[in-house]
């Protein structure tokens, strides 16, 4: 009867939902290691062993970022292109072969690097691979092919020009690093009609050949057999071709207020920012997190300043943001076109306001939780592992940086972030782009 009775109890006592259970920050963030291989060809390969599904993903990621070319859009054009037609497909056939055997294929670009990817189950890896070789070994760049893409893609810029977001977007790239910088240089739509396929087999040529321009993480299921499967076709990347060299960078001129009136605007679009360091600078890891502090979760100061009380938006957040080279601090809104001002006024108040208090505890504890549930979440799998691990080789880091920026997290004060703001968040830095009213 009393063991009844105390089963009982400890059963009202699990269902008691007016009580909240206790949370703590785990010690450490324990996840799968990635593990290293330099192939006989000088390509480097990590493996991620994970995951409980027979699947397995792979990304290459290669220097051939947009400021690596020397023609407007050659770079994203050639990159999207070298599946549209190969040596033994169309592109029709190499999009049903995809169809047929379930093959995940993605490709992204940025300012420094291509990335290609494919994902599978591990029973098709061998017809997977097989089918890469001919996108990254055999493209044809079909002239059809390109003046279908080319004509595609200028329609779509020149409508996403008529957006202010896209727009203010782009100026602010512009406004931060200047007009003739690789991070700040913005084309003219007409020049989709300049690209040929000669310009994409030569940049083709430079950038996807050799075995010192990529790396490679593979994630999943991945035994023995695999890895000497994705070795071997690895391998197959010419290891007596030069790799690019890198263009560098100039120096950032920056400008402080660019504002842009359109005629009846309703909204405005508000970029605010400043250019700072890129990822293996030993403030980044701290001002990440007074970015969140300020904008960086649904409920933060910028949310619950322009959001809630009073009414200028319906979102707004600042961040962190990396480049090989450089990174840069950001905020970024769209407010009603009568509240521009105002708005602006209340986001340098809030920056200066992070720049001259302390946090309090309790809004600070609440920031390590978010940022180490979002960190919980982004590791939780060996696809998102391998994103952060293609993240950290980028940045010529290892996932060693996962466990310092965790290490920051924990450890940080409120008089860190204050003193981080104050040297860095510093308002008269800033680049302001306004386009709308």
Known sequence: MELSKKAEQDTKGMLDRTVQPPFELPDRLRIPEARRTDLSNGVRLWTIDAGTQPLVRLSLVFGAGTRYQSTAFAASTALNLM?????????????????????????????????????????????TLELLGEILFEPQFPDRELEIYASKRKQQLLIEREKPAYQARERFSEGLFGREHPYGRVAAADAYDALTTETLRRF?????????????????????????????????????????A????????????????????????????????????????GLQVAATVLGGYFGSRLVKNLREDKGYTYGIYSAMLNMQHSG?????????????????????????????????????????????????RILDGPFGIADVTIENTQCGLTNRAVDAFFDEVRSITPERVRALAERWLDPAAFTTVIVGA
């Open 83 to 127: 599946s549209e037609g190969t040596a033994r497909y169309t592109a029709a056939q190499m999009a049903e072969q995809f169809d047929f055997y379930g093959i995940y294929y993605d490709t992204s670009i940025d300012r420094d690097y291509a990335v290609v990817t494919v994902s599978c189950l591990s029973r098709f890896l061998d017809r």
């Open 204 to 244: 083709y040529a430079a950038h996807y050949r050799s075995a010192g321009n990529l790396f490679a993480v593979a994630s999943g299921r991945i035994g023995a057999e695999t890895e000497q499967a994705l070795g071997r076709f690895l391998e197959r990347f010419d290891p007596t071709a030069p790799a690019p």
């Open 246 to 285: 890198d263009p560098g960078v100039p120096p950032v001129v920056s400008t402080p207020l660019i504002r842009e009136k359109r005629d009846g605007a309703l909204q405005s679009s508000i970029r605010i920012g400043r250019v700072l360091f890129p990822k293996g600078d030993p403030d980044f890891n």
């Open 328 to 376: 840069y601090f950001a905020i970024a809104t769209d407010v009603r076109a009568e509240d521009t001002d105002r708005a602006v006024a209340e986001i340098l108040r809030e920056v200066e306001r992070l720049r001259t208090e302390t946090v309090p505890d309790a809004e600070l504890d609440m920031v390590r939780n978010i940022i180490v549930g979002e960190m919980m």
